[in-house]
């Protein structure tokens, strides 16, 4: 154990070394140069709000790499904090920029990128507690102080970010009524917001890291003021524990659609507000009888919401398969069930006495398991949708649901490039498969969770064709049958012509309003939606310029006689 570590546990009062309590006069300024800076960085990359994947790695390194370098900075840390941030900066950026780049044909991308933030915010407070050097010897009092303190400080540096902006408005109507409009000029300007918003965290976030001592004791306050909703969270766990044994767990089974995020909600609150309870030693652990005995009731109840969680989970797979998201959510389960295997053999092993420093203990080695974890899974190295697109089609071919039932759209849209594999392969096979199938193949857009059913059964409302084209009509038909949520009762396919390729245009007209299609030359191939408007390029104009005024006919829909929407192109 290192000199730090040892400090930690060794020191009277707070427990704490002075490294991480030193006042450093630099870092409110640094901090907030940093902000800005990074800030700037970012908005240069996501400036048209949907970057490519170089840019977004480019993002994902500035922002997680300069909130690592800012919590973790310090005197005599120089370097090491420089190659740590860097280092989890380099990792979050390869991640962005593989997730991003496979956006279209990987599944559940979302949720890895998710579990790599995760792993990031369990790394940071490790390293500042030195576990790269002392490993499972680490201060626990020292990382549980950095864990607070990151959580009270961040949220800290964001509400007075919020002030920041307040203040300035009010400034800059101050000003403007003697006529001055310097800052109502600035708000006009896309790369203030960014980095004034930056600065202001950041030098929120070195004033408060500046005064840890005075955190340390917000920190015992906050866990006080936690400790007091630790009480009827335990009430309630044991009235829901007694009923659900009562109804021999029927009244759960009737709920497994909601049961599953319930459960590990409140799994997850008993581990919060029972570690507000333990503290970080024994000197810290609350004396009173109530509220030990809180603690022990919610550090005991983890295990047994995870297991019906888990039982909960497993249901609604048997029900329904697989999913991407419900195989992500049998990993938040496993994660909880071991947390509640951990409090449960740590308290049988320290008894009455000695349980809370099991816990505390058990905290360390599964903050470490979780990190490395969740890592794992932010890297591509498993195909969820492959497993999920598997065990669909597995039940389908088992007779478990109906091919009218199943649901065609999200293989189509959900499990990555390997559901519209297997969407290919059921397109193949002969009768009803085959055709629904083909019609969730044909969709050019995700149907809304409102429209699945129309999707399933295939366009059921009229459409006409103007003028009439037998060979037009087969082909709007097949394009609503696809995508039946285009029209809802009654439409009117118009013929705005051929395209150059051999397409045909056509404006599908609804009482509401218009949208334009294009129809593909191969009636096989599904419709593309027109082209987005591009603005017109800029024309040179000088002093020998002539400008002029020149009519133009312009085409509008009508439905009988009345003007409909916007002109037609």
């Known amino acids: 154990m290192t000199a730090e570590g040892a400090a930690a546990d060794n020191l009277p009062g707070a427990g704490l070394p002075a490294t991480p309590l030193e006042d ?56 090491d904090s420089a190659l740590f941030s860097g280092g989890l900066g380099i990792v979050m950026a390869g991640l962005a920029w593989h997730w991003v780049r496979a ?25 500042q507690a030195d576990f790269h050097r002392t490993r499972f010897a680490t201060s626990y009092r020292l990382t549980h102080f950095h864990v607070w303190t990151d959580a009270i400080t961040g949220a800290g540096a964001i509400a007075f970010t919020g002030l920041s902006w307040l203040l300035l408005v009010l400034l800059d109507q101050l000003l403007q009524l003697v006529g001055i409009t310097a800052i109502d000029w600035l708000f006009d300007q896309e790369w203030f917001g960014w980095v004034w918003t930056g600065g202001a965290f950041g030098a929120a976030l070195g004033v408060l890291r500046n005064n840890l001592k005075v955190i340390g004791s917000l920190q015992h306050v906050v866990l006080l003021v936690l400790s007091l909703l ?24 009737n709920a497994t659609d909601a049961a599953t995020p319930v459960l590990l909600a409140c799994a997850v609150g008993c581990f919060v507000l029972a570690n507000a309870i333990v503290r970080d030693g024994e000197d810290a652990i609350s004396g009173n009888t109530v509220m030990r005995l809180t603690a022990i009731i919610l550090a005991a109840g983890v295990l047994p919401l995870a297991v019906f969680a888990a039982v909960s989970m497993g249901l609604r797979i048997g029900q329904h398969g697989l999913t991407p998201e419900r195989i992500w959510a049998i990993i938040a389960v496993g994660v909880a069930v071991a947390y509640g295997l ?39 190295l498993v195909d969820f949708g492959a497993i999920s697109a598997r065990s669909q089609v597995a039940r389908l071919d088992a007779g478990e649901v109906s091919p009218d ?33 083909t019609l969730a193949k044909a969709q050019t857009s995700r149907p809304y969770d409102w429209d699945r059913d129309l999707a399933q059964d295939g366009f059921t409302g009229t459409v006409r064709v103007q003028p009439a084209n037998p060979a037009l009509q087969a082909r709007v038909e097949a394009l609503l049958n696809a995508e039946p949520w285009r029209c809802s009762v009654y439409c009117v396919a118009l013929d705005l012509g051929a395209q150059a390729d051999g397409g045909r245009q056509i404006a599908l007209v609804q009482g509401y309003g218009y949208e334009q299609l294009t129809l593909p030359a191969d009636p ?29 006919t312009v085409r509008y829909i009508y439905i009988d006689g009345k003007k409909l929407g916007q002109p037609l192109p």
Not at 103 to 119: N, W
Not at 230 to 253: H, I, R
Not at 415 to 429: E, I, N, V
Request: charged residues 15%; glycine residues 8%; proline residues 6%.
């Open 103 to 127: 956006k279209d044909s990987a599944a559940g991308e979302e949720f890895a990128f998710a579990a790599a933030v995760f792993a990031s915010a369990i790394a940071v407070p490790l390293f």
């Open 524 to 552: 096989a191939s599904p419709a593309a939606p027109p082209a987005p408007e591009v603005a017109p390029a800029a024309v040179p104009l000088n002093e020998q310029s002539r400008v002029e005024v020149r009519e133009e």
């Open 230 to 253: 630790a009480v009827p969270l335990a009430l309630a766990l044991l009235v829901f524990l007694v009923a659900l044994l009562a109804s021999g767990g029927q009244a759960l089974w």
């Open 24 to 79: 450093w006069s630099p870092r409110p300024w640094l901090l907030a140069g940093l902000g800005a800076l990074a800030a700037l960085f970012v908005h240069l990359l996501v400036d048209d709000f949907d970057p490519d994947a170089a840019r977004s790695a480019g993002a994902a390194f500035f922002v997680f790499g300069s909130l690592s370098f800012a919590l973790t900075l310090g005197p005599g840390r120089l370097r």
């Open 342 to 380: 951990a409090y449960v053999a740590g308290m049988i092993r320290g008894k009455r006495a000695g349980w809370a420093g099991q816990v505390r203990q058990a905290n360390l080695y599964l903050a470490a398991g979780t990190c490395v974890l969740a890592l794992l899974l932010a890297l591509p």
């Open 405 to 437: 039932d199943f649901d065609y759209t999200a293989l189509r849209w959900d499990f990555g490039d390997a559901g519209r594999r297997a969407l290919d392969r059921l397109a193949q096979r002969d009768g009803l498969v085959g055709e629904k199938a």
